[in-house]
C-alpha cells in the first residue's frame, strides 16, 4: 500500500512561483509513475503533469514552461515547481502514483489547495 500527502499550496499572486511537494510512504517511489492532477471549482479533474518512473515528464500544454515535475528516489519526494503562476491555475492539487506495471493512477493524495489572485 502507497500512501501520499501533498504541501506547499497557498494562496499567491499572478506571476508568483510555488513548489508542491508529495511524500510517498509504504513503498518505494521508484515502482511508481507518478502525477499531479488538479480540479478547479466546477471542472474536471485534470492531469496536470506526469513523472514516469525513468524520468521522462510529459505536460498538459497550458503548463508547458511553467511547471516542472520532479522526483528524489532517495527520499521518496515528488515536486512540483510553478512558475508564472496565473488565476487559471486555481484549484485543489492531487499527487497521484501507479504501479510502473498497471495503467490507472490508483494511489491519491488528499490535495492541497492553491489559490492565485489576479
Known amino acids: 500500500q502507497v500512501q501520499l500527502a501533498e504541501s506547499g499550496g497557498g494562496v499567491v499572486q499572478a506571476g508568483d512561483s510555488l513548489r508542491l511537494s508529495c511524500a510517498v510512504s509504504?513503498?518505494?517511489?521508484?515502482?511508481?509513475?507518478m502525477g499531479w492532477f488538479r480540479q478547479a471549482p466546477g471542472k474536471e479533474r485534470e492531469l496536470v503533469a506526469i513523472?514516469?518512473?525513468?524520468?521522462?515528464?510529459d505536460y498538459v500544454d497550458s503548463v508547458k514552461g511553467r511547471f516542472t515535475i520532479s522526483r528524489d528516489n532517495a527520499k521518496n519526494m515528488m515536486y512540483l515547481q510553478m512558475n508564472s503562476l496565473q488565476a487559471e491555475d486555481t484549484a485543489v492539487y492531487y499527487c497521484?502514483?501507479?504501479?510502473?506495471?498497471?495503467?490507472?493512477?490508483?494511489?491519491w493524495g488528499q490535495g492541497t489547495q492553491v489559490t492565485v489572485s489576479s
Open positions: 497521484a502514483a501507479k504501479h510502473i506495471v498497471v495503467s490507472t493512477y490508483d494511489y
Open positions: 513523472i514516469w518512473s525513468g524520468n521522462r515528464t
Open positions: 509504504g513503498r518505494s517511489s521508484s515502482l511508481y509513475d
